[in-house]
C-alpha cells in the first residue's frame, strides 16, 4: 500500500470516530436530561413515566446505531462491486 490510501483510510477512520463521538454525546447528554435519578419528590407515576421515555431513548439509539451499521456495511460491500462495474465500461 502508497502512503496515500493509508492517509485516507486514517482520514475516514478518523471522521467515523469523530461522528460517533458527537452522537453517542448527544444521545448521552438527551438521556440525562429525562432521567433525573436522583429527584426524591418523584411520584411512582412520574418515576415510571421517566423510566418509559428512557426506555424509548435506548430503543431510538440502538435502532440509529444498526442503521448506521447496516448503511456502513452496505457501502463497504458495494465498493467492490462498483469499481469492477466502472473497469468494465
Same mark, same amino acid.
Given at each position: 500500500?502508497? +502512503? ?7 482520514? +475516514?477512520?478518523? /471522521?467515523? *470516530?469523530?461522528?460517533?463521538? *458527537?452522537? %453517542? =454525546?448527544?444521545?448521552?447528554?438527551? %438521556?440525562?436530561? !429525562? *432521567? $433525573?435519578?436522583?429527584? $426524591?419528590? /418523584? %411520584?411512582? =407515576? ?6 418509559? +421515555?428512557?426506555?424509548? *431513548? ?16 452496505? /457501502? ?8 469492477? %462495474? =466502472? !473497469?468494465?465500461?
Amino acid at each position: 500500500m502508497n +502512503k496515500i490510501k493509508i492517509l485516507e483510510a486514517i482520514a +475516514k477512520l478518523t /471522521l467515523h *470516530v469523530i461522528l460517533v463521538s *458527537v452522537l %453517542s =454525546a448527544g444521545v448521552i447528554i438527551w %438521556s440525562m436530561g !429525562i *432521567v $433525573p435519578f436522583d429527584d $426524591p419528590y /418523584l %411520584s411512582n =407515576a412520574e418515576y415510571k413515566a421517566l423510566g418509559a +421515555k428512557q426506555d424509548l *431513548v435506548i430503543a431510538w439509539a440502538k435502532s440509529g446505531a444498526l442503521f448506521f451499521y447496516a448503511v456502513g456495511v452496505y /457501502l463497504h460491500l458495494i465498493r467492490p462491486f462498483r469499481k469492477k %462495474s =466502472a !473497469i468494465a465500461d
